[in-house]
Nanobody
Framework: QVHVVESGGGLVQAGGSLRLSCVVS????????MGWYRQAPGKKRELVAQ???????DYGDFVKGRFTISRDNAKNTVYLQMNSLKPEDTAVYYC???????????????WGQGTQVTVSS
């Protein structure tokens, strides 16, 4: 069994910052890509940022230098530092992890429950 738990969401004023964290735990052999997605009401879920175990990073086009993704491989934890937040960043942010489980030994995608980020104008 694998658990993906996000934390760090909340309410912030425009221009402010938040730091999201996501811990993956359970029957894990290794974790490959870890990332953050978001979904606003009435919109499709979209990629915010993704980082591989080797450190390769992709960002959504809208990030434009405002967000930084990082990870601690020893702790199976991924972070998202969000600066210069805008009202349009308001959404539920989901953590995603590609996990090599121990039993059975195979890669599977796991999602967290999501954490709400609300940016007021």
């Amino acid at each position: 069994q694998v658990h993906v738990v996000e934390s760090g969401g909340g309410l912030v004023q425009a221009g402010g910052s938040l730091r999201l964290s996501c811990v993956v735990s359970g029957s894990i052999a290794s974790v490959n890509a870890m990332g953050w997605y978001r979904q606003a009401p009435g919109k499709k879920r979209e990629l915010v940022a993704q980082i591989t175990s080797g450190g390769s990073i992709d960002y959504g086009d809208f990030v434009k230098g405002r967000f930084t993704i990082s990870r601690d491989n020893a702790k199976n934890t991924v972070y998202l530092q969000m600066n210069s937040l805008k009202p349009e960043d308001t959404a539920v942010y989901y953590c995603n992890a590609e996990v090599l489980t121990t039993a059975p030994l195979r890669y599977q995608d796991y999602w967290g429950q999501g954490t709400q980020v609300t940016v007021s104008s």
